[in-house]
């Protein structure tokens, strides 16, 4: 088990100092999942006031480091390819913390890239895999299927209608976020709850609005020692708490369609930050479907199984509400190239340094960045205090 | 159009080969902890309720194949060329009385919200198809 003790030592020993997107989001044929690792990297070290030449630890998930590395042509003297889906970022986080406390490195760069909608090349696959013997053969394959699964046993549980109003109050509120983000995919495209309900379905109970995007992007994240923060061109975020973990691989195998593993990363990355919930001012929930906000919400303490709705109501997460979620958009209205993650974090470190522009809160001190991968499979969580 | 792209196709491997001949002869065959008597599905070469007794600890045994309906989704977007034209389609989760959970298809019945409710009775139907694993699939009971 964790030693709490131990971790609560380690909080704080990094500092987020670099954030950055690639430089364009959506439809991007013209570039590379590479191409966006690079620029994203080349944004990030840029917002931290670094140079390629300072990094001497490497990140990635989806590819592994050595290709990201040779790319970016540098020889990193730690690395880490811990790929466990979307999470896997926000779990680099932690791992970066880890690393520079203990001594292994001194800046660590995390990047992501990946051509969602435009990628040349399909996805290998095993057909001897568990997943692929048992769940494809029967058209349980990509993540809406597991998802809207998951999320008919809740409906179950906790009641068909008020799941529905929940899944589209956070569609539409996080609408509204996009709306302030000029980065957004939907920046320009307001939407109402007639529209959600009106979309069409893509595997009932879903609508097409309770899904997230398809996009090409990229984005990286730059952390470093407490000492080297203060040099930081934009200013720096402490990294206060964090926690890990996965409790299956396919929908089937999973324990409680209704509890993922966050019910585990969130205590415990507050636990170590020394914070509850009262304290938070953002949720940057990772959102593949409407559905994974709502069980996140829950798994990580803000409520009880099955009060998600309630939390939800009445658009308290939208612009100007009393719960701020996922002010980027998320990766409904934002961008989702695959494994969207690591921009959770970035939102977050932006929010705490009080450069979000136009969707900018007006006192944000501490946030919780939540990644879930796979199919509800793993989760990372973070959390971050302004400095 | 007639779609043409095959379906993902499973390739069993040395401890599930019993499981994927059991379905072409029309039979369930399932892995049961001789420690626990819990049984588990997927097969393994381990018991996952005692993993400590490794292969000696997990005998196979033929199931009836009664089954309740655990939750569903009703398939819209077909997510690989396989399905298109075949839409909607029902994926379940079912729960057999063996408690274990069993990822398959809903057949026999229209792809409607209001044709299932969670909990009824089913039973096992088994598609053969030319050349390619039989596939373990549920209808209304």
């Known amino acids: 088990m964790p030693n709490i003790q131990r971790l609560k030592n380690l909080s704080g020993q990094a500092h987020i100092v670099g954030v950055g997107e690639s430089n364009k989001l959506g439809k991007v044929p013209e570039k590379s999942p590479l191409a966006h690792h690079s620029e994203a990297a080349i944004n990030a070290l840029n917002d931290a006031g670094m140079q390629m030449s300072d990094v001497d630890a490497l990140f990635t998930a989806g590819w592994s480091t050595l290709d990201v590395g040779e790319y970016l042509g540098i020889q990193p003297r730690y690395t880490d390819s811990t790929s466990v889906g979307g999470s896997s970022f926000v779990i680099h986080v932690a791992h970066a913390l880890a690393a520079i406390a203990a001594g292994y490195c001194e800046v660590a760069l995390i990047t992501h890239g990946q051509s969602g909608r435009s990628d040349r090349a399909p996805i290998p696959r095993n057909p001897g895999t568990p997943m692929a013997q048992y769940e494809a053969p029967y058209g349980i394959l990509g993540p809406p299927v597991s998802y809207a699964m998951a999320a008919r046993r809740y409906m179950h549980q906790y009641g068909e209608d008020r799941t529905r109003q929940a899944m589209a109050e956070i569609a539409i509120s996080t609408r509204k976020w996009a709306n302030l983000n000029p980065m957004a995919y939907f920046k320009d495209v307001p939407a109402t709850f007639d529209d959600y309900h009106d979309s069409r379905w893509v595997a009932w109970p879903f609508h097409l609005l309770d899904c997230c995007l398809v996009t090409d992007a990229g984005a990286a994240i730059v952390i470093t020692t407490p000492e080297r923060a203060k040099d930081a061109k934009n200013g720096s975020v402490t990294i206060l708490g964090a926690g890990e973990g996965h409790d299956h691989s396919g929908i089937s195998q999973m324990p409680d369609l209704t509890r993922a593993f966050g019910r585990n990363t969130g205590p415990q990355a507050l636990e170590m930050a020394g914070v509850t919930h009262s304290d938070l001012d953002l949720a940057m929930i990772y959102d593949s479907f409407t559905y994974t906000v709502l069980v996140s919400l829950e798994n990580l303490g803000f409520c009880e199984p099955g009060e998600g709705p309630d939390l939800v109501a009445s658009q308290r997460t939208a612009p100007g509400g009393d719960f701020p979620l996922n002010t980027n958009g998320g990766g409904l209205s934002y961008t989702h190239p695959g494994m969207y993650g690591i921009f959770t974090v970035v939102e977050a470190a932006r929010q705490l340094r009080g450069q979000a522009g136009e969707r900018q809160l007006e006192d944000c001190n501490l946030a919780v960045a939540h990644g879930t991968g796979g199919l509800l499979s793993s989760t990372g969580t973070v959390v971050l205090g302004a400095n | ?141």
């Open chain 2, 1 to 141: 159009m007639t779609n043409t792209t095959p379906k993902p196709e499973p390739l069993p491997q040395p401890e599930s080969d019993r499981y994927w001949e059991g379905l072409k002869n029309e039979e369930i065959w399932l892995q049961r902890s001789k420690a626990t008597g819990k049984f588990q599905f997927y097969p393994r070469q381990i018991s996952i309720s005692d993993p400590e007794s490794g292969s000696c600890g997990v005998e196979w045994v033929q199931v009836s194949g009664n089954a309740e309906l655990f939750t569903f989704s009703i398939v819209h977007a077909a997510p690989h060329m396989g399905w298109v034209g075949e839409t909607p389609y029902i994926t379940a989760l079912v729960q057999l009385e063996e408690d274990v959970i069993v990822p398959t298809n809903i057949v026999g019945i229209e792809p409607e919200p209001e044709a299932l409710q969670i909990g009824m009775a089913l039973k096992p139907v088994f598609d053969h198809n030319e050349g390619r694993q039989t596939l373990l699939k549920f209808t209304p009971a």
